[in-house]
């Protein structure tokens, strides 16, 4: 899942900056590192279908970037960022409209496919940094498609709409899924998940790069 592996990159970032010897700001690294931590701990200790969950998701996003500043010398230099495209998996067609439709309308690319086994073509063809899908469909299920997901790339944030109770929900977080829409979908709930995993996944990019970066830094010979 994106908070577990955001600690995992946040603690090789940790390992990178000492290695290379960035020293000024180490005490609000660790404070800011630790705060991170908390983040992910915070998310642990709601049940993933409540509505507390993406706004923590969206803080951790925040504040994965105030780490990376932090890590490049507090630089506010913000790049310019593109809207994250999302592949919406539904075989009912309407719901795949609708849902379309809104990801349209708030601004991200959006491609849509009718199963599981279409969207693993598509997501091979081209990546999609979130996955929004119906979790019972015919043939391969969307917790199904969560899994192969995850072994191409645990970074991409993965979404279920689902009717499912506590028990489904929790195999759902055991096979990676990051976050949960309860049938029928609220439109409004729809828009908040959708901004909390954007702000997520360009954070956990923003500091993947960083820490590739520094790793590249650690490895240059001295002069």
């Known amino acids: ?21 960035v020293t000024a700001v180490d005490n609000a690294l660790r404070a800011q590192a630790a705060f991170v931590r908390a983040i992910v701990d915070e998310v642990g200790r709601y ?12 803080q951790l996003g925040e504040e994965l970037s105030r780490l990376a500043q932090l890590v490049q010398g507090g630089s506010r230099e913000v790049p310019a960022i593109e809207r994250v495209e999302v592949l919406i998996v539904d075989d009912d067609e309407m719901s795949l409209r609708a849902m379309s439709s809104i990801a349209h309308d708030l601004g991200h690319p959006c491609r849509t ?21 119906d979790w019972s469909m015919p043939g391969m299920s969307g917790l199904e498609l969560c899994r192969e997901l995850k072994h191409r790339n645990p970074h991409v944030y993965v979404v279920l709409v689902t009717a499912h109770e506590h028990v489904g929900v929790l195999q759902g977080v055991q096979g990676g899924v990051d976050d949960f829409l309860r049938k029928p979908v609220d439109v409004d709930e729809l828009i908040l998940r959708l901004a909390a995993a954007e702000r997520l996944v360009h954070a956990v990019h923003v500091v993947e790069r960083l820490k590739s970066r520094l790793q590249a830094a650690s490895k240059r010979p001295e002069a």
């Open 113 to 133: 496919a009718s199963n599981a086994t279409e969207a693993l073509l598509e997501y091979e063809r081209c990546p999609a940094g979130i996955v929004l899908s």
């Open 1 to 21: 899942m994106p908070t577990r592996s955001a600690l995992t990159i946040v603690d090789a970032i940790a390992e990178e900056t000492s290695r290379i010897g």
């Open 47 to 58: 049940h993933p279908s409540d509505r507390s969950v993406a706004p923590l998701h969206a």
